[in-house]
């Protein structure tokens, strides 16, 4: 046999850790940019946890609609379905046999059953995500609609103790002007955030059916033949993600306290935008399941960024815009140089690499 | 070296509607070795293949593995019975790693073991010298690592089989010797290779035996180093060397023309065929020989810029130009009738009508229609000319036959009144009648003074046809055939020493 010496060429990063770790930079730049220009708010802790505390349903939803965008597919759907969440535990909390328990089966119960729906028609029938999902999203508002019209305030004694109970942290907090010690305060919607961040991290890199989902999402038609069954990977990430979204509207509920149409509105857009930042690629199959929570503090920030300026609420919308179509063409840019051809772009003649890289293996 | 017999297919059989693909084909492979699988297009060598792995139901005949009658279902029950095959487009995850791509579907466990899943991959690896890291992503080896891994994909889950089909249609010199070396060391243990390719010199390289299929049937077995290669493809085009001494060629006359029309120097294109130079004089007729997968096609497509052209200089008439997109190339006055006609050339559902006035409205461009009347005095004009057996000019295409189909893509060219005109396989899948009338066409155009390219699959066709072949053969030009020495003799000599 002829020599074929095993050079090891160097175990070049993945593209998913790749894009996460553009994302943690780029929200490390942002959150620095932030301390540097808004010292005054930015500098205490509490502002970090605030972003936490007051956005615990979009950090959850982003994390169940990552699953499906690994998986290549697309769920429009979940803001609509937390919104229903959120009016129907109400209703149920403000009945007179409500329990937080049965609101929180309730909720769990809802989310499944759009999540079921969608992976059936989806993966089974294979009808294109988009307009399904888009279907599920306009029958999540009409139901929404349907139960209630106006906000209902949650006045149950024993809800009203969980929305309102924090959790102080003694050793890290501010001094104020005063000179007295403000500890900062967590919301326990936060713990649900970082319990699901770690399981859904796990389930996404340990998990059999975690990697059969970037396997699906990075090439189906292969998938199918390496002996993975598709239709069942992708019916599950869709019930996943249907899950998470009822999941959120409870939490959405315990942030805010009340059922309200306009609840958990364009949620699904924001929770696109913090994934595509967060390094998950709308092509499927590419993305750290970390990075989707990376993502949503990175939109985070640059919407309370904004709101420090002091610029116009129409200009805050215009900025963010401008801001996601540069991190896009940013990680765009990267992925081409790394000369990889599922993301080429054609870039300007002075952006090309000037030598093409050739050493490709060893 | 004769060894044990791991695989024996008996009179196997196989027809699909209107087409007997298999007509009682025997196939043995041996344990440890290379034994190519030779066949021009529809020679039934896929057919065989997916026979055996389960693709398709055979008609008769049986298949005996390792001594026991077997009959599989599907491709994934052959796999389980020890049969890998590994295809040109690789069926691997590329966002995964490669270890992942070696194990991922078959575990049983609900998690992912990655230090035993890496150490085993690893193992592997490197005892077939495959220069790969387990946790390196797929995407990020090159092509030949890549169909390497699933190789190694394949032999870890016991294959007694292996087969290769085209694999090395992609891949650079260098990567088909790491493959080879791979390939060999398969061997040595033991392993049985069917290796199909269209490259003669890799087949000569690699393979102990070839097995010679011709219009789905059988032609023999043969030990490749007892089988010279002006041999092999007389076999292959099925001419007896003797029959083709005896045709007699009668010089074509050479009338007063000599005026370049196209000319192309160093033109390459993404498909890969080698950068080469080509000439077309006014009222030629010539053509691209080889055997499938020469890049005869390739070669036209660059003519065509139907796939993107990389490299060359171009001249229309003698002014030069760029030619970029098909549109450019048909504003100059170039037509090209692809190969795959159901997949590049007809719209199925739209009518005969429709599909003939297609390029010229094209190219009149979109805003400056053509009017009902005007489309349908075209369209009944070459109905006639052509002679296209259709019901009505508002029947979709579709429902029409191959010959006729073919037919109306011609007319949709010849309406456009191109200067030079590349046809493809264009008598391809068309009845015998049907073909002479093509045939007949070409040479009436070009006494017409219009240029043509011609290419098929069938030397004696092309004799016919053409006045000056261009050979090629791997994807390369390998020399020129005109006047005396255009011959069938001549043209497989040629593509048999390849210049060399």
């Known amino acids: ?362 | 070296m004769r060894s044990e017999t791991v695989l024996n297919m008996e009179g196997i059989s196989k027809s699909f509607p209107g087409v007997r693909a298999l007509h009682n084909v025997d196939f043995t492979l041996r344990k440890g070795e290379i034994h190519a699988l030779m066949g021009e297009n529809g020679a039934g060598k896929s057919t065989l293949i997916k026979v055996l792995t389960g693709v398709y139901e055979k008609d008769a005949g049986q298949s005996i593995l390792d001594g026991k009658p077997v009959h599989f279902r599907s491709p994934q029950e052959a796999l389980s019975m020890g049969i890998g095959t590994v295809f040109q487009e690789i069926a691997l995850c590329p966002n995964l790693t490669v270890a992942e791509n070696m194990f991922i579907g078959r575990s049983r466990s609900r998690f992912v073991q990655w230090k035993e899943m890496n150490a085993k991959a690893e193992e592997m690896l490197s005892s077939l010298g495959i220069p790969a890291s387990p946790t390196q992503e797929l995407s990020s080896c090159s092509i030949a690592v890549q169909q390497m891994v699933s190789i190694a994909r394949a032999i870890d889950m016991d294959c007694k089989i292996l087969i290769l089909d085209e694999p090395t249609s992609s891949l650079d010199e260098d990567e088909v010797q790491k493959l080879f070396a791979l390939m060999r060391e398969l061997k040595a243990r033991g392993v049985g290779i069917i290796f199909i390719t269209h490259f003669i010199d890799q087949v000569y390289e690699i393979s102990d035996t070839i097995t010679v299929l011709r219009n789905g049937e059988l032609i023999g077995e043969y030990q490749t180093s007892k089988l010279p290669q002006i041999e092999l493809i007389s076999k292959m085009m099925g001419k007896a060397l003797s029959d083709v001494s005896a045709i007699e060629k009668q010089e074509k006359s050479k009338s007063a023309r000599s005026v370049p029309v196209f000319e192309a120097t160093g033109l390459s294109s993404a498909a890969g065929v080698r950068p080469f130079d080509f000439t077309i004089e006014k009222g030629e007729v010539n053509g691209f020989a080889g055997l499938l997968g020469s890049g005869r096609s390739e070669s036209v497509r660059a003519i065509f810029a139907a796939d993107k052209v990389t490299g060359g200089e171009v001249k229309v008439n003698g002014k030069r130009v760029k030619l970029k997109t098909p549109l450019h190339a048909m504003k100059k006055g170039i037509g090209y009738l692809p190969e795959d006609r159901k997949r590049d050339g007809i719209i199925g559902e739209l009518s005969v009508r429709d599909n003939i006035i297609l390029a010229l409205q094209v190219m009149k461009g979109f805003f400056r229609p053509l009017s009902r009347k005007q489309a349908e005095e075209f369209a009944v004009e070459y109905i006639q000319k052509l002679g296209i057996k259709t019901p009505s000019i508002d029947t979709p295409i579709e429902s029409l036959s191959g010959g006729n189909q073919q037919k109306v893509v011609l007319a949709r060219w010849l309406l456009t009144n191109p200067m030079y005109l590349i046809l493809d396989e264009p008598t391809r899948g068309i009845d015998v009648g049907t073909k002479v009338e093509i045939q007949k066409l070409v040479l009436k155009l070009a006494e017409d003074g219009m240029s043509l390219t011609f290419i098929s699959s069938e030397i004696d066709e092309m004799l016919r046809v053409c006045t000056r072949l261009i050979v090629m053969k791997d994807r390369e030009i390998v020399g020129e055939l005109s006047g005396m020495s255009l011959t069938e003799q001549d043209t497989m000599q040629m593509i048999a020493q390849g210049g060399k």
């Open chain 1, 1 to 362: 046999m002829r020599s074929l010496n095993t050079t090891r060429s160097k175990t070049r990063l993945s593209n998913s850790n790749l894009l996460f770790i553009i994302a943690g930079v780029i929200f490390v730049l942002m959150y620095g940019f932030a301390l540097i220009s808004y010292p005054g708010s930015f500098m205490q802790f509490q502002t970090f946890f605030d972003l936490f505390n007051l956005n615990a349903a979009l950090f959850i939803i982003t994390l169940g609609l990552c699953v499906v965008m690994i998986a290549g597919g697309i769920d429009i759907s979940v803001g609509a379905v937390c919104g229903l969440v959120t009016m129907a535990c109400a209703l149920l909390l403000e009945s007179p046999m409500g329990s937080i328990l049965g609101a929180l089966l309730l909720a769990l119960a809802i989310g499944t059953a759009f999540g079921v729906m969608h992976g059936f028609l989806i993966a089974y029938l294979e009808i294109q995500p988009f307009i399904i999902t888009l279907g599920g999203m306009f029958l999540a508002q009409g139901l929404l609609t349907t139960l209630h019209k106006d906000p209902i305030n949650v006045t149950m004694p024993a809800f009203v103790a969980l929305r309102n109970y924090t959790i102080e942290i003694p050793w890290l907090g501010t001094v104020n002007r005063l000179g007295y010690f403000i500890p900062s305060e967590i919301k326990p919607g936060v713990i649900v955030v970082v319990v699901l961040v770690i399981l859904y991290a796990v389930l996404m890199k340990w998990s059999r059916f975690g990697r059969n989902v970037y396997a699906i999402g990075g090439n189906s038609q292969s998938a199918r033949m390496l002996g993975i069954n598709v239709k069942r990977t992708r019916f599950f990430s869709y019930v996943i993600c249907g899950l998470t979204a009822g999941i959120s509207g409870f939490v959405f509920l315990m942030t805010t306290g009340a059922g309200n149409i306009g609840n958990g509105a364009l949620f699904e857009m924001k929770a696109i935008a913090s994934n595509v930042i967060g390094g998950i690629l709308l092509n499927g199959g590419v993305g750290n399941l970390l990075g989707a929570p990376i993502g949503t503090l990175t939109l985070l920030t640059i919407n309370e960024l904004i709101r420090a300026a002091g610029v116009q609420s129409n200009l805050q919308a215009i900025v963010s815009g401008l801001l996601l179509y540069i991190f896009i063409v940013l990680q765009s840019i990267v992925m081409a140089l790394r000369g990889n051809e599922r993301f080429r772009l054609t870039l300007p003649p002075w952006l090309k690499p000037q030598d093409k890289e050739v050493e490709n293996q060893g």
